[in-house]
């Protein structure tokens, strides 16, 4: 088994380029998703398959992929992009397992 | 519109049991995979079962922390999920999510529709 492993805190200005990472073992093999978690809500899914973003999410929220480590970039940050953000990968070398990484909290400075 | 909702979450003492569920609306539930997610206070999210569509096999899978505690199941006919938990213990507190697997282009590992959560709290 392996584990998912991000940043406690990412902090940016307002305007600026958010860069949040995530890295395991496991990611070269299985794709990888990143939530965006705000206080008092439900997690939502703001990437895909690595790089891909579902409708009606935002174009300035993109991902990345390169051997173990996978990124979620967040261009021109806005004040309302201040939330946890999680990655998420599975690990099926035996029975399926769900693997979050430990999240990151985005400070909008 | 597609909508989970959770209820059943509660206070319950250390082994105790509960049964959560989750009411599932707007979409085609007998070929939904489902799961349940957890969030103990000021921590991270932790996945904790799912259970593949009947057609698929109704296989379920556990998290680690919770095997041979925890079981999973559905019914079709009522459009709804169940977390039964057993043995609880203090650190089973948290917020329990369920949420429905992707599927298609978004494949089958992502959690694509969230509920908003029912709160287990396990304290004496």
Known sequence: SYELTQPPSVSVSPGQTARITCSGDGLPKEFAYWYQQKPGQAPI???????KRPSGIPERFSGSSSGTIVTLTISGVRPEDEADYYCQSSDTTNTYRGIFGGGTKLTVL | EV???????????????????????????????????????????EWVARIKSKTDGGTTDYGTPVKGRITISRDDSKNTVYLQMNSLKTEDTAVYYCARSSYGDYGESAFDIWGQGTVVTVSS
């Not at chain 1, 899914?45 to 790089?51: N, P, Q, R």
């Not at chain 2, 319950?12 to 509960?18: D, T």
């Not at chain 2, 959560?20 to 957890?38: D, E, K, P, T, Y």
Request: charged share 15%; hydrophobic share 40%; net charge positive.
């Open chain 1, 45 to 51: 899914l703001i990437i895909y398959k690595d790089t």
């Open chain 2, 3 to 45: 909508q989970l909702v959770e209820s059943g979450g509660t206070l319950v003492k250390p082994g105790g049991s509960l049964r959560l569920s989750c009411a599932a609306s707007g979409l085609i539930f007998s070929n939904a995979w489902m799961n349940w997610v957890r969030q103990a206070p000021g921590k991270g999210l």
